[in-house]
C-alpha cells in the first residue's frame, strides 16, 4: 500500500499552478498533466524502492507482564543501506493494554542497529499476545510510504498485579516481630518446643509461666516456645458468581486471587506445607500441600489465568474433596463471599464436618455496595426500596457468619483491599495460639 508523503501533496499542487498561471490555455493543461504523471509515476517507483530497502525489526518484549505496571517493549531497527532511512511503527499490544506512545517515528542511520521503546501498561490478566507489526517505511525520494506489516505474533503470560504486596509483608513482619520479643509487648509462639526464658508480660498466657525461675528469681518468668513447623494448609479458591462483582476496580475474584498468592507466599516462608483448590461448579484445580518453593510457582501457573464462572458455588464436592484428600490436621482456608445466602448455607453445613478435625477459616470481602445502600438515606419510594432491601440482605449475611462462628468455623470478613494483610495476620495468629 502506498501513501503519499506531506511533499508530495505539496508537490501535487504544482500542476494547478501551471494552469492558473497559463490561464486555462490548453498548453498550460498539457503541461499540468504532463506534471501529473510524472509525479505519479516517481510515486510509485519511490514506494516501490521503499519495499526494497534494507531495513530489518525485530522486538524484544518481557516474559510476562502485570497488570496495571507498565513495562518496557523494545523494537530493534536494523538499517543495512548507505542511506538513512525513516520509519513510524505501530505495534499491536495486548488486548485491553494501554500503549505509550501508540506510535514510534523512527530516525534510521545508515549502517546502523538502533533501539527504539514504547510501554505497554495491560489490564487484563491471563495469557494474552502482541500482534502484528504494522509500519511505514519512506521512500528514498521522500514521496511516498510504503505501509506494511510485520508477522509478529508472540504470546504472553499477564500476572496479576499483587497492589497489596507491601502492605501483607508489612502485616507479615509485624506479627513475626511480636512473635519474637521486639514488640513492647513481646508476644511470642505458643508451639511445644521450648526455647527460652524472658521477664512475664501482661499479655502472656499463664500457663507460659515457669514457677520454678519464678520462684528463684523472685519475679514472674515466661517460658518461649517456638512456633511449629511443617504443618499443613490448603487454601480453597471460589471461582464461582459470588465473586464477579466489583470492588473499586477490580473483581473481588481478583482480590481473593492475590490474597491466595500471598497466603501461599507467607504460608511457605513459615515452614509449611501448603495445598491449592480452585473451584466453582466443580474443582477446577487442585494441588497437594507440599513445601517446597517451587509450590509457590506452581501456585502462581495455576491461578494467573483464572476467571469465576456464572454458576453457583459446589461448597458440597469442594468440602467433601478437601477433607478427604487430607486426613492429617489441615487448615483450610476458604477465600468466598456470602452474598449469595442459599449457596452459603449449604457451605455451613459442610463446614461441620470439617470443623470436628480440621481447622476452618472462612475469608469473605464485605460488599461495600450494600453497605452504602444502607446507610443512605431514602429520598424517594425506589430509594426506600433499595435501603430495605440493602438493610435485609446485610442481617442475613450477619446472622450467616454469626452462626459459622457459633459452629467452630474462624471467620474473617474484611474489606477488599484489606483482604489479603488480614488474612496473613490470622494465620500466623492462629499458629501462634497453637490452633493448628
Known sequence: MLIPTRRMMWLAAIPLVAILAGRGAPAAIVAAWTLMGLLLAALVVDGLLARRLPVRLHRQAPDQLHVDQADRVDWTVENRGLAPVRLILSDRAPEGALAIPPVLEVDAPPRSRTTYSYEVVPTRRGLTAFGDLDYRIRGPLGLAWSQKRLPALQEIRCMPHLANARTAELAERHALLRQAGSHRFRWRGAGTSFESLREYSTQD?????????TARLGRPISRNFEIERHQQVVVLVDASRALTTYCGRRTKF??????????????????????????????ELYLHPRRERAQLNAVIEGLYAKEPRLVEPNYELALTLAAKRNTRRTLFILLTDVTVIEAARRMLLYSRMLTQRHLFLVVTIADETLEENELREPRSAEDLYRVGVAAGLMQERTVLLEELRR???????????QVAARAIERYLDLKRRNRL
Do not use: H, P, Y
Not at 498466657?205 to 525461675?213: C, E, G, L, T
Not at 459452629?407 to 483491599?417: F, I, M, T
Open 407 to 417: 459452629s467452630g468455623v474462624e471467620v474473617l470478613d474484611s474489606r477488599a483491599d
Open 254 to 283: 481478583d482480590a481473593m486471587l492475590e490474597a491466595a498468592i500471598l497466603l501461599a507466599r507467607t504460608t511457605l516462608s513459615q515452614g509449611d506445607d501448603l495445598g491449592l483448590m480452585v473451584f466453582a461448579d466443580q474443582v
Open 205 to 213: 498466657d499463664i500457663r507460659w509461666v515457669d514457677w520454678k525461675a
